[in-house]
């Protein structure tokens, strides 16, 4: 097996590459083919996926894991659409993201390429394989789809819908490909030699494991231990409002509000926010300074202010000023998403400089960091890395740059002192 | 010692956030500072880099490497120029990428930011302390600076420079350390959790080592096996003149030409080309089918054409069309820089396309791989990843982003079916 699995990123490699110097066609009719085998496959699809949810419902699978784990007629009708869409947008590859006149007739270009050779390492959720497989040959890049067991078959079929639609357009499948087993994804997470990026999709603890495991480059989060700061000067329906969206509008999200931040200057006032949080059902778990104002809050115990309960429980810290606020987020957060209250223009301009985190709002809800929200487009993830991309990615996310130069002969020993000097002219991208 | 360096690591963190968060003009102060400290102690660095010097030359250092642990009144003039330089320049922080307006008083930018906290390790050039030093100081990270114990004298004095400069501009100087003796360069490495980015400046081996002992995106590369390949087409004179710009211009450099890569249709032209190279001093290894059309050439051993040689010697592969040699690059190459010589169109573009290295070129000597060739200014490195910087990268490799949204109260609830639909409207940036 753990042979197989390096065989199989080898071929990803050769594939991925012959794949990535195609024209921009060939990848729109692969994700066209696509969204048409989902549809003439889509009883194979169903009945895969029945397979995997009878034995999950046999063994100890929570009722939320069955939801995401089944597929129903409606599910592969959007997915359906969203690979139509892709099939449709203009080739990102080989966009040119700079030019430059070095000389008379010495152009260089920064393009847009692929990066390589994707692992995927999801749970559950076998939408992943259609999602994230279309995004990668939209942008011209292998994917290897790690899959948990309990969607083993479900996965299979939509792997091999995947494959068929890249060979019925010529091209080797072996760009998209099935890896089946812990032991074959631990094999790969081994070989940065083979592997470019990994996206996990799943828990935390998924995660942190992947991480902990490997040294390839992991895109992704953790956590998000997200807060929401109200300032002396916040405006208390508002403070209410951002705090409730925050925490109740999906509080398993990873953007969901789990520390809110209370300056003690607004403590007088926090009994209005907390009275709204309250009604909407949630736990507040307040340290000894905000206590007092907050009838019927518990007191606040270790770890409070340092986790996320991805549930209807928020806690409540006391800071003194934006200076500590700030600092309270760089020590207890997980540089996700902060944001401020405030109607004091120098307060959230502070802030705004001053955190240090992939997405930083003032006056709007944590649950904004999303890729959809910020109009990018496909999400592929959200990554609280500080290097390649942070925060919500969006198709860009899968590619990396090139840097093309086309000369009529020069040599780099015909320019310097006394010979000839560089233009270094800056001409515009069309 | 080991804890030291992290302590040093996490001051270097906290100060980092700060100077991060302060305006612009105070990272222009600190290097105007800078430029002028570099005059007033001259005296000093160089005193420390004779004290250096005398050691090094009662030991075994070669000759290359005096010259360049070597400081001169010169030298330092030149690194003056650089900060001043960089001290005029716009500030690169707050920058706005994007700009989109989700809905009516809900902004959203995504701004360059501080990559945080850089480690740079770095042999026998003190002038690395000041270039990079003040690199990072204009792009508000933090660097901790590791030199080799060859060069302790000389960077001491020079860190010193930059810490008093950051001091007397108010902040505080930790943004700038020096870490000495191997064991505190280990514990850094081990640690992805105060370090964000090393740059390693140095050999091959140095870079090679550092890769396989952190799990810290690294941006560097461990060697330039760069080809240059004479299609069908080349013309012969114009191959020649490549072949030994590539090759002779600087041999030592990544980006020298390592392997000719020749079209067994160009072979029976090939003797021009041989003579040039030959003339210019250069040892020839030849495969077999090359052999016969170069006299005076060597038969390749095993290792030729994936070497990278640093020296007037060239491997002399044969192949067999555009795809063979793009194959060959593949498998031989270090996706640095790789270029082709044609006179067909076609040819060329078919090579653009087909080569997975971070420069391709058409027409141009390999040598052109180079920062300040691309007009990037100053040059942080060169990077053979493909995730975050690739290929010569400027003060671009030192910055990442963070997303900034501004609103009037908006939570995420607002919006969805038949409630309030986001505008995302793209802005000009500014």
Redesign the interface.
């Known amino acids: 097996m753990t042979l197989d699995s390096l065989q199989i990123a080898r071929a990803a490699r050769v594939a991925q590459?012959q794949l990535?110097?195609r024209p921009g066609e060939v990848r729109s009719a692969i994700l066209a083919r696509l969204a048409e085998l989902l549809g003439e496959r889509s009883a194979d699809i169903l009945e895969a996926n029945r397979f995997d949810l009878d034995a999950a419902a046999k063994s100890t699978l929570a009722g939320p894991l069955l939801d995401r784990l089944s597929l129903t007629e409606s599910k592969l009708e959007t997915l359906r659409d969203g690979v139509l869409l892709l099939a449709g947008e203009p080739d990102p590859l080989?966009r040119a993201l700079t030019r430059?006149e070095?000389d008379d007739g010495?152009m260089?270009r920064q393009v847009h390429?692929p990066?390589?050779v994707l692992l995927i390492i999801f749970e559950s959720r076998p939408d992943a394989v259609i999602q994230i497989g279309s995004l990668a040959l939209r942008t011209g890049n292998a994917v290897l789809l790690k899959g948990g067991s309990e969607a083993l078959h479900s996965n299979r079929v939509l792997v091999d819908c995947l494959r068929l639609a890249v060979s019925e357009a010529g091209q080797a499948p072996d760009v998209v490909s099935g890896v089946e087993g812990r032991a074959a994804a631990q094999a790969l997470l081994a070989h940065d030699d083979l592997i470019?990026?990994v996206i996990p999709r799943g828990s935390g603890e998924l995660v942190r494991s992947i991480q902990a495991s490997?040294?390839i480059?992991v895109l992704g989060h953790a956590e998000g231990i997200c807060h929401l700061y109200l300032h002396a000067d916040a405006?208390p329906e508002?403070a209410a409002?951002?705090a409730?969206?925050?925490k109740?509008?999906y509080p398993a999200a990873c953007n969901a509000t789990e520390t809110l931040l209370v300056d003690r200057e607004f403590l007088p006032r926090l009994g209005s926010v907390a009275a709204a949080l309250i009604e909407a059902g949630v736990e507040l778990r307040c340290d000894a300074r905000a206590l007092p104002h907050v009838p019927g809050a518990v007191a606040a115990g270790e770890s409070d202010g340092a986790t996320e309960y991805g549930d209807l429980i928020l806690a409540v810290r006391t800071v003194d000023g934006v200076d500590d606020a700030i600092d309270h987020i760089?020590r207890f957060g997980s540089a996700h998403t902060d944001a401020i209250v405030s109607e004091d223009a120098e307060a959230?301009q502070?802030f705004?400089?001053?955190v240090?985190?992939?997405?930083?709002?003032?006056?709007?809800?944590t649950?904004?960091?999303?890729g959809f929200?910020?109009?990018l487009g496909a999400e592929v993830g959200i990554s609280t890395g500080?290097?390649?991309a942070?925060?919500?990615v969006g198709i860009e996310g899968l590619l990396?740059?090139?840097?093309?130069?086309?000369?009529?002969?020069?040599?780099?020993?015909?320019?310097g002192p006394g010979k000839r000097a560089?233009l270094?002219r800056?001409l515009p991208v069309s």
């Open positions: 590459r990535g110097a080989g430059t070095l010495l260089l390429s990066i390589g470019d990026l490997t040294r480059p405006d508002m409002r951002l409730v969206d925050g109740c509008d760089h959230r502070r705004l400089d001053g240090d985190s992939a997405s930083v709002f003032a006056n709007a809800s649950r904004f960091a999303d929200r910020y109009g500080r290097i390649h942070r925060g919500p990396t740059t090139r840097w093309l130069l086309e000369g009529s002969g020069q040599g780099a020993g015909d320019y560089f270094h800056r």
